[in-house]
């Protein structure tokens, strides 16, 4: 069983940056690909963004490309992502995702996931 714990979020202004951290355990870091998901309130649960196994490949919903960046680190059993020029429409449960599926469609969709953590909260100001 693999378990997820976020860290990392707190309110914070528009324009501020802030850094997510999933820590990882119960199995080898390097097996599972990650990925980050939010969900606003009254809104369903969308992808932010994902990264492979060895963290070559990364991909970014366009609504965050170019100011969010995921990383992972295999010998800390941790993902992160850092959030820059943040906008009040981030504001979301930040959840992280993990799956050890190897061959899907895409790995944009929630469905894939077997592994959540409990979510962490980012509220930005305006």
């Known amino acids: 069983q693999v378990q997820l714990v976020e860290s990392g979020g707190g309110l914070v202004q528009a324009g501020d940056s802030l850094r997510l951290s999933c820590a990882a355990s119960g199995r080898t870091f390097s097996d599972l690909y990650m990925g980050w998901f939010r969900q606003a309130p009254g809104k369903e649960r969308e992808f932010v963004a994902s990264i492979s196994w060895r963290g070559d490949s990364t991909y970014y919903a366009d609504s965050v490309k170019g100011r969010f960046t995921i990383s992972r680190d295999n010998a800390k059993n941790m993902m992160y992502l850092q959030m820059d020029s943040l906008k009040p429409e981030d504001t979301a449960v930040y959840y992280c995702?993990?799956?050890?599926?190897?061959?899907?469609?895409?790995?944009?969709?929630?469905?894939?996931?077997?592994?959540w953590g409990q979510g962490t909260q980012v509220t930005v100001s305006s």
């Open positions: 995702a993990a799956t050890l599926q190897r061959t899907v469609l895409t790995f944009r969709a929630s469905g894939v996931y077997e592994y």
